[in-house]
């Protein structure tokens, strides 16, 4: 409980950070007046919106499925892996990480024009056995790296790998 509750209290510090840095360029502008300060204040602003609003960005409310076209492949041969996401709003982080559920599991990166679904496809090379891969993980981030929030999400997929 007490993880969780300190987990919770990180969200909200990059955006008082936000808010912090766009007052601290606010009250500069004001005192010191004059083009170079408000230019500062002015070119922060839609970054610092956008970093606001991705603050905000519901990232739990994406809808995330995977497919992989077969069930059966030979070792050493890749497998393509195909994500789809459908967000709930078209606001844009700068950037969307897109993952696996180990390293090993590949993934992709994402930036995309105001739209709402999305695919990313990446290819794997497994050894042989059967794999079960259960996790995709998104990341989004902001412009300037000031907000950056990450989800796991529930997407099983069972593949079995043969022998060459």
């Not at 606010?26 to 500062?40: E, I, R």
């Not at 492949?73 to 969307?96: D, F, K």
């Not at 930036?111 to 990341?139: K, M, N, T, Y």
Request: glycine content about 6%; proline content about 9%; some cysteine.
């Amino acid at each position: 409980m007490n993880a969780k509750r300190m987990k919770k209290g990180r969200r909200w510090l990059p955006l008082v950070g936000l808010l912090l840095l766009t007052a601290i360029l606010f009250s500069y502008a004001m005192f010191q007046g004059g083009f170079v300060s408000w230019f500062l204040f002015y070119s922060f602003l839609p970054f610092g919106l956008h970093a606001f609003a991705v603050a905000l960005y519901p990232i739990r409310r994406v809808a995330v499925s995977r497919t992989v076209p077969a069930k059966r492949y030979h070792a050493g041969e890749p497998i393509p892996v195909t994500v789809r996401m459908e967000l709930p709003w078209a606001i844009p982080p700068a950037a969307l990480t897109v993952s696996g559920q180990e390293p090993r599991h590949g993934g992709a990166m994402a930036a995309w024009p105001f739209r709402r679904r999305l695919s990313c496809a990446w290819s794997l090379s497994l050894p042989r056995g059967r794999h079960q891969l259960d996790i995709v993980r998104l990341e989004a981030s902001d412009a300037l790296g000031f907000v950056n929030k990450a989800e796991s999400f529930s997407a099983p997929c069972t593949n079995k790998v043969k022998p060459p």
